[in-house]
């Protein structure tokens, strides 16, 4: 679509508001940006309907959908569909940065997927696929690729459609935290690298920040971690978290030569504890993550408020990883298109509208004025007055007759 009518129509029609829609095994949350305060809402999901992110219980998981799409009907303005930045649990997605040469844009994308082909732990025929710049210099460009199964995303799509959403995107939740640190997070050096350790309910993820962009992430399960076990006790979490995080730091010494200048913690229940890990076996700065804006957000809103920020980029500025195999930024637009004809189809009708009414109120006024005018001389026809000067008219007729008369006779007899 020309890009020029694209313009047209997004100043002239309701551009619908975008929120961040969180999935993971244990709970949905909606979050949008709508005025100064943001509109939330949440669900926990029962145990079995998603397992490892994936869906497992359709009917059940269609029902959470549809429950969360009736309160916001109550609470934002569903136009019929919300709009949504949806966020895959961390387990289905596998993510991997690498480099290129720094090519004119007529080669990029064939080179980049050239490269995507080669790190995707999926075949591409299986898989959905996409990638963002994540930085460049003089000679290269650091790309980041994301991949995931394709039935697992259309199996949540085609809920999230029966069920009242249009989803613009797929992403991760790495990508939102990533977001939300650079965003709105502390005021970090972008020319440096930090740790960010989130510990959710599903498990435990552990992110590189480079530059303030996504590089890497690594998730665990926490069924993985337990094992055979009911529960993990303090000491093997302890042990865990050191083995994982020095596998981290070797990662991002051998791959990008670079130390971290600090960690960053998103833990509710366990941040005190995990600062201490880290700071007594790695030495490293523990960073606070305290947001510059929506500080009275617990850390269980994070990954939907990095999606809902993704939300408040206009459509055609978003080039950041979508995991889907709809366009759906022509969906968004042809949706839009639709509103726009809508919008003016309905103020033409209500315009003309205004204007019969109007008309017909002109022509009533002025059939009443009309009719009082009328109603006004004859009033003033039957008075005395008038009849009197009526009488007074006629003879001073008469009498201008007779002295044309008298004056005609004069001269004749002076003849």
Not at 24 to 35: E, H, I, V, Y
């Amino acid at each position: 679509m020309n890009k020029k009518i694209i313009s047209v129509f997004e100043r002239l029609s309701f551009r619908p508001l975008v929120g961040g829609l969180e999935i993971n095994d244990s709970a949905l949350r909606f979050l949008q940006f709508d005025g100064e305060k943001p509109v939330t809402v949440s669900l926990r999901l029962p145990p079995g309907i998603i397992l490892d992110g994936k869906i497992k219980d359709r009917q059940n998981f269609l029902s959470a959908l549809k429950t969360i799409y009736s309160q916001l009907a109550g609470t934002i303005k569903v136009s019929p569909k919300v709009h949504v930045i949806v966020s895959l649990p961390a387990s289905v997605v596998y993510s991997q940065s690498f480099s290129i040469p720094k090519i004119n844009h007529k080669g990029l994308e064939e080179t980049v997927g050239l490269n995507l082909q080669m790190v995707s732990p999926i075949g591409l025929e299986k898989a959905y696929s996409d990638w963002q710049i994540i930085g460049e210099n003089a000679n290269q460009r650091e790309i980041l690729g994301a991949f995931v199964e394709n039935f697992i995303v259309d199996d949540y799509d085609k809920c999230l459609r029966e069920s009242g959403f249009l989803p613009l995107a797929f992403e991760f939740s790495a990508l939102s935290l990533t977001r939300l640190v650079r965003d709105l997070g502390p005021t970090l050096d972008l020319n440096k690298t930090y740790l960010l350790v989130d510990v959710s309910t599903d498990g435990l993820n552990f992110l590189i920040i480079r530059k303030g962009e996504l590089c890497f992430n690594h998730f665990l399960f926490w069924r993985t971690l337990q094992g055979e076990k009911r529960q993990i006790i303090f000491s093997d979490f302890k042990d865990i978290i050191i083995k994982e995080v020095r596998k981290v730091i070797n990662f991002s010494v051998t791959n990008f030569k670079d130390s971290f200048a600090g960690a960053i913690i998103i833990a509710p229940a366990l941040e005190k504890e995990i600062r201490e890990i880290i700071r007594e076996e790695f030495a490293l700065e523990i960073i606070p993550l305290r947001l510059r804006r929506y500080s009275d957000f617990s850390a269980i809103w994070f990954t939907a408020l990095g999606l809902a920020l993704r939300g408040l980029i206009p459509r055609r500025q978003d080039t950041l990883i979508s995991l889907t195999g709809h366009n759906v930024v022509e969906e968004f637009y042809h949706e839009q298109t639709l509103s726009f004809i809508a919008l003016w189809r309905n103020i033409f009708v209500i315009s003309l509208s205004v204007l019969l009414v109007a008309f017909i109120g002109v022509d009533v006024f002025f059939l009443q004025v009309k009719k009082n005018i009328e109603n006004q001389l004859s009033v003033l026809i039957v008075q005395p007055q008038i009849r009197e000067v009526n009488t007074l008219q006629t003879k001073a007729k008469l009498f201008n007759q007779l002295v044309t008369l008298i004056s005609t006779a004069k001269k004749s007899s002076q003849k």
